[in-house]
């Protein structure tokens, strides 16, 4: 049974049976950024030099045939960078906002703990001495370079009782050090490699397809999951270590537990694209201005937010990038922070007229 009423602070919310209640403003957010990502998505059918598109599609899910360059534009390579795409911002705008909570640090995402540093490195040595290594035994080494991290970062911090700001500070520290050591291997590869390697770096949904698509989705289904298992604990951890403690979260359980969620969403981002830079930051944050939220809801709202991010980034690379197109990361970079600018000082504004 749903009934409506107001929270504590005076927000409109839905009570569920169970005592699980949403905000109505988050609700109608979310609504808004599934709109969003499907028009966006269907926007981005169209976008290439094959002309093709939305009406293409519908007419091969009806059973039509299309002319093999049609079929291949559409099936081969912009369906799968819209599934791809999305999902894989979804992925690393999730693990932002698991860690902006965990550390109580706005400016956590998986590249400022390590996570990312610590699987592009393994993934580097791996090409390095085995460039032909089959897809899985990549990924097994992203999972691998960025366990390590979150291994290392949880041993260094110590007992449960240790702030957000020590495990910030050791995972700028490892991040430092592994963005050198990453720096020094492009620096010293043969010429080939170091492209192959920048270019990888640079974020790119050039390799999407079905495969990839196939592999990364139970990631996404259990990333759902998580966002129902853990959203309880992300408002508890928002007040900080030991307010947590003191309110029943077993700290000493979850925080691992969040780690190790972070962890395998950032390895696989990394995997399939290669880093994206600052997304974790960007997306949460833009999303908890179009609608404050805590626990679930905020995770979901950063999340779809983190794959809308991605799916107008990919548009602007293949719209405007003509013969040459720019790498996901730089058109991400040039989408995300004027947002990021522009909701960061309406923010400050609304705060100052509230005053």
């Not at 999730?94 to 640090?105: I, P």
């Not at 703990?113 to 899985?136: C, D, H, N, Y």
Request: net charge positive; hydrophobic share 55%.
């Amino acid at each position: 049974m749903i009934r409506g009423g107001k929270a504590i602070d005076g927000k409109r919310v839905l009570r569920l049976a169970g005592g699980l209640q949403m905000r109505t403003g988050n609700l109608l957010a979310g609504a808004c950024l599934v709109a969003a990502a499907l028009a966006l998505a269907a926007l981005a059918t169209g976008l290439g030099l094959t002309d093709t598109g939305l009406a293409d599609l519908f007419r091969t899910l009806a059973g039509e045939s299309l002319p093999g360059a049609e079929n291949y534009a559409l099936w081969t390579v912009r369906l799968p960078r819209i599934l791809l795409g999305f999902m894989v911002g979804w992925a690393v705008a999730l693990a932002g906002a698991m860690l902006q909570s965990v550390a109580r640090n706005p400016l956590a995402d998986p590249g400022l703990f390590g996570f990312s540093q610590g699987s592009m490195t393994m993934i580097m040595l791996l090409l390095v001495f085995l460039p032909v290594a089959p897809k899985s035994l990549v990924v097994f080494a992203a999972l691998a370079g960025g366990l390590t991290v979150a291994g290392l970062l949880l041993w260094l911090v110590g007992s449960e009782r240790s702030s957000g700001l020590s495990i910030v500070l050791m995972g700028i520290a490892i991040e430092t050090v592994l963005s050198s050591f990453g720096s020094l291997l492009i620096l010293y590869l043969p010429t080939e490699t170091s492209i192959a390697l920048s270019e990888w770096l640079a974020g790119s949904l050039f390799q999407a397809n079905w495969k990839v698509i196939a592999t990364f989705t139970p990631l996404f289904v259990l990333s759902l999951a998580a966002i129902f298992v853990l959203g309880p604990a992300m408002a508890t951890y928002d007040l900080g270590s030991e307010m947590a403690m003191a309110l029943g979260e077993p700290v000493g359980r979850s925080r691992p537990l969040i780690l190790l969620t972070a962890v395998v969403l950032s390895s696989a981002a990394v995997t399939a694209v290669g880093p994206l830079v600052f997304l974790g930051v960007l997306a949460p944050h833009i999303a908890g201005f179009l609608s404050p939220a805590v626990a679930r809801a905020r995770l979901f709202l950063s999340a779809l937010m983190g794959g809308i991010l991605v799916l107008i980034a990919d548009a602007l690379t293949r719209g405007l990038g003509g013969s040459l197109p720019m790498p996901l990361g730089l058109s991400l970079t040039m989408v995300g922070v004027p947002l990021f600018i522009i909701a960061l000082r309406l923010q400050a504004l609304r705060k100052l007229q509230s005053h």
